[in-house]
């Protein structure tokens, strides 16, 4: 099957520092890939629609100089968690969606993101 | 959003199925129904999905009803290892959002 990973899986910051999470598919190409974040004993929720070679799509609410997001190849996308503060701790997924249909979307381990 | 509804909890004994309900009743004709689930601490797992016939794969079955506006994925034999989160999506536009989903408990 399709496989995701990210990079770091486990992160510990100090505030006001930058994060980059790394989101690769290993045996296919994604036209799309899609970041998530999810606190403790919530659901996920969608932050932004990362599509290679043009600008990224946010969802609302989520701040786009904060989390600067970098769909560069059809194998990587990249999260940068900005200046991070305490309450941008959180459990980063992202997922990739195949060539043009992505009607299925395959899930990264997630990255945790401790800001101290 | 198409939106679904589930039973946030439930229970199911270790060799029993599990019978895991959802609500999508605005569903639309040409809009699939997923299933993913997502053990502590991990990233989401596909399961299965489906559009308007029943799926069978190696681990569940999806039956979705007539009318599209609910569905039940069938875990056969639950083990321990079944115990999780899942999430039952309607993929609106190439666009999956995730519910509260159901948390599966299997108990020995």
């Known amino acids: 099957g399709a496989v995701v990973s990210q990079h770091p899986s486990r992160v510990i910051c100090k505030s006001g520092t930058s994060v980059k999470i790394e989101c690769r598919s290993l045996d296919f190409q994604a036209t799309t890939m899609f970041w998530y974040r999810q606190f403790p004993k919530q659901s996920l929720m969608l932050m932004a629609t990362?599509?290679?070679?043009?600008?990224?799509?946010?969802e609302q609410g989520v701040e786009k100089d904060k989390f600067l997001i970098n769909h560069a190849s059809l194998t990587l996308s990249t999260l940068t968690v900005t200046s991070a503060h305490p309450e941008d701790s959180s459990f980063y997924i992202c997922s990739a969606a195949p060539g043009q249909s992505f009607n299925e979307q395959f899930f990264g381990p997630g990255t945790r993101l401790t800001v101290l | 959003d198409a939106k679904t509804t589930q039973p946030p909890s439930m229970d199911c004994a270790e060799g029993r199925a599990a019978n895991l309900p959802c609500n999508h009743s605005t569903i639309s004709g040409n809009e699939y129904v997923y299933w993913y689930r997502q053990i502590h601490s991990q990233g989401p797992q596909y399961i299965i999905h489906?559009?308007?016939n029943n799926e069978t794969n190696e681990m569940a079955s999806l039956i979705i009803t007539e009318d599209r506006k609910s569905s039940t994925l069938i875990l056969p034999h639950a083990t321990l290892r079944d115990t999780a989160v899942y999430y039952c999506?309607?993929?609106?536009?190439?666009?999956?959002?995730f519910g509260a989903g159901t948390r599966l408990t299997v108990k020995p």
């Open positions: 990362s599509n290679e070679g043009s600008k990224a799509t946010y």
């Open positions: 999506i309607v993929n609106r536009n190439n666009d999956m959002r």
């Open positions: 489906g559009l308007k």
